[in-house]
């Protein structure tokens, strides 16, 4: 069992290239979640999705886009990198609330972007 | 602004010691949750406890609720050194769909 998937797990970017990060998860989880962790910040909440289809706002969702197209997959892109966005990103999936696992959040390995 | 703030920021303590991390929130919340992060990884999920429990246990793990605070406390008795790792608060949002927010999280050391 897998779990949570990402790709690539390291990546150097130029200013103003873009880029996308895959995420897959196995579980059939309906919500699927990005965050950001950055040293002193903790994990910042870019984006979620409550379901196939769905996405919403983060806490920080400016610079980036996502997309939902499949129930196992969520999509982050980044269209114009900055070196601001020089971060580990985290994939993560949860089931929905009221099933037996529905609170458990599970994250993938992480994503390490730097932008130069 | 984080939701969750932990408290202290780095811990260091011996092996066999008990460790002692805080977690303080700001909103109303539906439950909230503890998270562990070794060096270089994903979080793994340690222990939920809703906002209608006061004290949950799972093996040498205790946290506590005190919603009138807005605070939580998770007790890691007889350290050892594997226990060494980040460790983060998560707060379910009563509001609106079902999102987490993290907290800033603490470091602990345990030394061998």
């Known amino acids: 069992n897998a779990g949570v998937t990402q790709t690539p797990k390291f990546r150097v970017l130029k200013t103003g290239q873009s880029m996308t990060l895959l995420c897959a998860q196995d579980?059939?989880?309906?919500?699927m979640y990005w965050y950001r962790q950055d040293p002193g910040m903790g994990l910042r909440l870019i984006h979620y999705?409550?379901?196939?289809?769905?996405?919403a706002k983060g806490e920080v969702p400016d610079g980036y886009n996502v997309s939902r197209l499949k129930k196992q997959n969520f999509l982050l892109g980044l269209e114009s990198a900055a070196p601001s966005q020089t971060s580990v990103y985290f994939c993560a999936s949860s089931d929905r609330a009221g099933t037996a696992s529905g609170n458990t959040i599970y994250f993938g390995e992480g994503s390490w972007l730097t932008v130069v | 602004s984080q939701q969750g703030e932990e408290d202290p920021q780095a811990l260091s303590i011996q092996e066999g010691e008990n460790a002692t991390m805080n977690c303080s929130y700001k909103?109303?919340?539906?439950?909230l949750q503890w998270y562990r992060q070794n060096s270089g990884r994903g979080l793994v999920h340690l222990i939920l406890i809703r906002s209608n429990e006061r004290e949950k246990h799972s093996g040498r793990l205790r946290v506590t609720l005190d919603t009138s605070k807005k605070s939580s406390s998770l007790l890691i008795t007889a350290s050892r050194a594997a226990d060494t790792a980040s460790y983060f608060c998560?707060?379910?949002?009563?509001?609106?769909?079902?999102?987490?927010?993290f907290g800033t999280g603490t470091r602990l050391k345990v030394l061998a």
């Open positions: 579980m059939n989880h309906e919500y």
């Open positions: 998560a707060t379910a949002l009563i509001s609106g769909t079902y999102k987490y927010i």
């Open positions: 909103t109303s919340i539906n439950n």
């Open positions: 999705s409550v379901g196939e289809g769905t996405t």
